[in-house]
């Protein structure tokens, strides 16, 4: 297992135009396994295989483990999101119908994520989409900071707490091992499997929202989930030893969040009153604990309050309206 180890990470840290066939690997590995011997493989959710003999020369690694169609639709869709959000906000001018929540989530998703960019060489390809991601998040909070008097505080409610807090226990549980990387990697997996949540609350809210461009950003950033998944099976099938639990259980998530919001266009949405339902439990126990410490409501705490009540009514005359 150390020497297979060993193997795969030689194979995945070569530059891409280099080839390295499994025997090369053998030949240098002795000196190389007590290395090892503490670590872990390189390969994100490889297992060691059961036998040398059968570990593929990188090319047909490569093709067969990372780079195919579904990978690359995937990420081109994330990056048209990208796109799309920052064009809307340029254009309009404003933050109208974008969530700021999700914005942080994801913001944290990549900066927890992309660490190996410091101590890992990889290949050009991975280094542009992982510095462009970190840096447009940044981009967009910045602007979220220069547009704060255009931002609707009312329709995002979603609480960032309640997903935080079950995306770090998750982390802690399923990660790999306790090494800082590897429970922010499992933590970063976990929490975009929920980020969009606070822009679809948004989106359920903001019935009367119809910009192109923030459509053009949701929709986006679900196919490009899609599509990775649609990776991971591929990947799957082609490596029997492939697994990743952790990617996996954040996607499904998503996926399903996704499909349902697809869903609510046509207005058979499962879950969005339910998730509306939760968002405002959530506001109101978080009301309570406020209430609890401070001995009072604030101010700003009694004006959404009321709010809370008065959006509470007003969408129930209007689920009353459409049921009729």
Request: aromatic share 14%.
């Amino acid at each position: 297992e150390q020497l297979s180890a060993w193997i795969i990470k030689r194979l995945q840290n070569m530059p891409d135009d280099g080839v390295l066939l499994a025997t090369e690997a053998v030949t240098a590995a002795p000196a190389a396994v007590a290395e090892t011997a503490a670590g872990s493989p390189a390969l994100r959710g490889a297992r060691p295989f059961a036998a040398v003999s059968k570990l593929y020369n990188r090319a047909k690694l490569a093709k067969l483990y990372s780079w195919n169609v579904f990978r690359y639709i995937g990420d081109y869709l994330h990056l048209f999101g990208i796109a799309a959000l920052l064009a809307t906000l340029t254009k309009n001018r404003s933050c109208a119908g974008i969530s700021r929540s999700t914005q942080i989530l994801y913001f944290l998703v990549f900066v927890t994520r992309y660490l190996d960019l410091l101590d890992r060489s990889q290949a050009v390809y991975l280094v542009v989409f992982k510095v462009t991601y970190i840096v447009t998040s940044v981009i967009v909070l910045f602007m979220f900071y220069r547009l704060d008097a255009t931002y609707e505080r009312k329709k995002d409610t979603c609480s960032l707490a309640a997903i935080l807090a079950p995306c770090c226990c998750g982390a802690l549980i399923l990660a790999d091992s306790f090494e800082v990387t590897e429970v922010l990697w499992t933590f970063s997996q976990f929490c975009e499997g929920f980020a969009m949540v606070p822009q679809y609350v948004f989106c359920y809210r903001d019935r009367g929202g119809k910009d192109i461009g923030v459509t053009s950003y949701v929709l986006s950033m679900g196919a490009y989930r899609v599509f990775y998944a649609a990776n991971w099976i591929y990947k799957k099938v082609q490596m029997p030893h492939y697994y990743n639990i952790q990617s996996w259980l954040g996607a499904f998530f998503q996926i399903m969040l996704f499909a349902d919001y697809l869903l609510s266009f046509t207005g058979l949405s499962l879950l969005r009153s339910s998730v509306l339902k939760v968002d405002e439990q959530i506001n109101v126990v978080k009301e309570k604990v406020e209430m609890t410490v401070w001995g009072s409501a604030s101010g700003s705490s009694r004006s959404q309050e009321g709010e809370l009540r008065q959006r509470r009514k007003i969408e129930a005359e209007a689920e009353e309206a459409i049921e009729l």
